[in-house]
């Protein structure tokens, strides 16, 4: 059984640049959520995506956004990076039921 | 609104030793999840339990075990007989159980505890 897969595992872009991350969940799993992690802020719920739709969303400015698609595979996107958008960024899937399966994570340099 | 603290921040112990893991939640609801998660160097976030509020029962998993205390908000872990392999940052996580209005079980992160094994 595949697990969470996000692509790309590693990421350089310069400030003031936009970058989109991708996120496959677990074959069946119509959730899925996006975490950051930075050394000062720990982890930070993002957003979650159910069935194509927004159901839930963390306390992040406009420039974060995503999507999910009707194969509930995800994308998130982040507009005008600044330096403290580098971060580790985690793609979670799940049936539903409160049960998170975590991807290896998208880790973001902004220079 | 829900927290969870971890304060132990980093632990080192030598091969072979028990090590417990501390973990407090607060929340206003009476449905909960709690979780441990285990983040090796390579950054995915390895599921290890879910307990729900309503099973205070301890669980034991190989050198794994879990102590969830309702009274005291608490949800420790403890690895017996520690090897190097269990070097890693564990995180304890909550969660609503009857989820948001929207039925969004959004996570809550401890800050982590960096584990060390030294041989």
């Known amino acids: 059984k595949a697990g969470v897969t996000q692509t790309p595992r590693y990421l350089i872009k310069t400030r003031g640049q936009q970058v989109t991350l991708s996120c496959s969940p677990i074959s069946g799993h119509r959730s899925v959520s996006w975490y950051q992690q930075t050394p000062g802020q720990g982890l930070q719920f993002l957003f979650e995506y159910f069935s194509e739709t927004q159901r839930n969303k963390g306390n992040f400015p406009g420039r974060f956004s995503g999507r999910q698609f009707s194969n509930s595979r995800s994308e998130m996107n982040v507009s005008t990076l600044e330096l403290g958008d580098s971060a580790l960024y985690l793609c979670?899937?799940?049936?539903?039921?409160?049960?998170?399966?975590f991807g290896s994570g998208t880790r973001l340099t902004v220079v | 609104a829900q927290k969870v603290t971890q304060a132990q921040t980093e632990i080192s112990v030598v091969e072979k030793e028990d090590v417990t893991l501390d973990c407090v939640y607060e929340?206003?609801?009476?449905?909960?999840?709690l979780f441990w998660y285990k983040q090796p160097p390579s950054g995915e976030l390895v599921f290890l339990i879910r307990r729900n509020s309503f099973d205070e029962q301890n669980e034991i998993s190989g050198r794994y075990s879990w102590n969830f205390q309702k009274s005291t908000s608490s949800f420790n872990f403890t690895i017996t007989a520690s090897q190097v392999v269990d070097s890693a940052v564990y995180f304890c996580a909550l969660s609503e159980g009857g989820g948001t209005g929207a039925g969004s079980y959004q996570l809550t992160f401890g800050k982590g505890t960096k584990l060390s094994v030294i041989p």
């Open positions: 979670a899937s799940s049936r539903g039921d409160g049960g998170y399966t």
């Open positions: 929340t206003r609801d009476t449905t909960y999840y």
